[in-house]
């Protein structure tokens, strides 16, 4: 089966652009959850989503927002694109059941 | 809100030395707690979690890790470590509340595991 795929998995954008991640989480998961993680540190929590609702929003600006659509898949968007966001994100999935949390290999943003 | 502190940012170690990664958690509410490791390039792959049960977990690759409530603690530990074992280390929290919130992890700092020969 596959796991959580995401894509793109690199990509460098300009202060001030628009980005859009996607992530497709493992089948059977309705809910996907988006992470930042800044070099040197933990990820950070942005949004859950479980059936196309959002259920969860980190500290994060408005610039970031995130849908769900119907065949579970998630898009992560990034407006305005500041130094600062350059970063991973990781996209994970997860079940009601087993309360296990599956991650994506990320996809490297950098922002020059 | 809960918090997680990872209390070495760097361990060194040896080839077939133990090695114990040191985690405390703060939460007002019972939680689950997990340990992912990250190879260099790669997102997170869990090595074990505690959700309920023995206070002692086994995961993969030969990995442990024990459940401290009065201490809030959730110590992983490896009896003999590989050269392959170098990576970074999170420990991360859920709570139990949140019916369908179960995306939301809270992680520590990291702790960079090097194994030398």
């Known amino acids: 089966d596959a796991g959580v795929t995401q894509s793109p998995t690199h990509l460098i954008k300009t202060r001030g652009q628009h980005v859009t991640l996607r992530c497709s989480p493992i089948?059977?998961?309705?809910?996907v959850s988006w992470y930042q993680q800044v070099l040197g540190q933990g990820p950070q929590f942005i949004f859950q989503?479980?059936?196309?609702?959002?259920?969860g929003r980190g500290n994060f600006p408005d610039r970031f927002s995130a849908r769900q659509f119907p065949n579970y898949s998630s898009e992560l968007n990034v407006n305005a694109l500041l130094l600062g966001d350059s970063a991973l994100y990781l996209c994970?999935?997860?079940?009601?059941?087993?309360?296990?949390?599956?991650f994506g290999e990320g996809s490297w943003l950098t922002v020059v | 809100a809960q918090s997680v502190t990872q209390l070495d940012s760097q361990v060194p170690v040896f080839e077939e030395a133990p090695v114990e990664l040191r985690c405390n958690y703060s939460?007002?509410?019972?939680?689950?707690l997990f340990w992912y490791v990250q190879y260099p390039n790669q997102g997170l792959q869990l090595l074990l979690k505690?959700?309920?049960?023995?206070?002692l977990v086994k995961g993969i690759n030969g990995f442990e890790a024990e459940f401290n409530k009065s201490q809030t603690s959730f110590h992983l530990r490896k009896p003999s470590v590989h050269i392959s074992d170098t990576a970074e280390y999170f420990c991360?929290?859920?709570?139990?509340?949140?019916?369908?919130?179960?995306?939301?992890?809270?992680f520590g700092q990291g702790t960079i595991l090097t194994v030398h020969p």
């Open positions: 989503y479980y059936e196309k609702e959002e259920r």
């Open positions: 994970a999935s997860s079940s009601l059941v087993g309360n296990t949390i599956y």
């Open positions: 939460s007002s509410v019972s939680v689950y």
């Open positions: 089948s059977g998961h309705k809910s």
């Open positions: 505690y959700l309920s049960g023995s206070t």
């Open positions: 991360a929290v859920r709570t139990e509340a949140g019916g369908t919130s179960y995306g939301k992890l809270t």
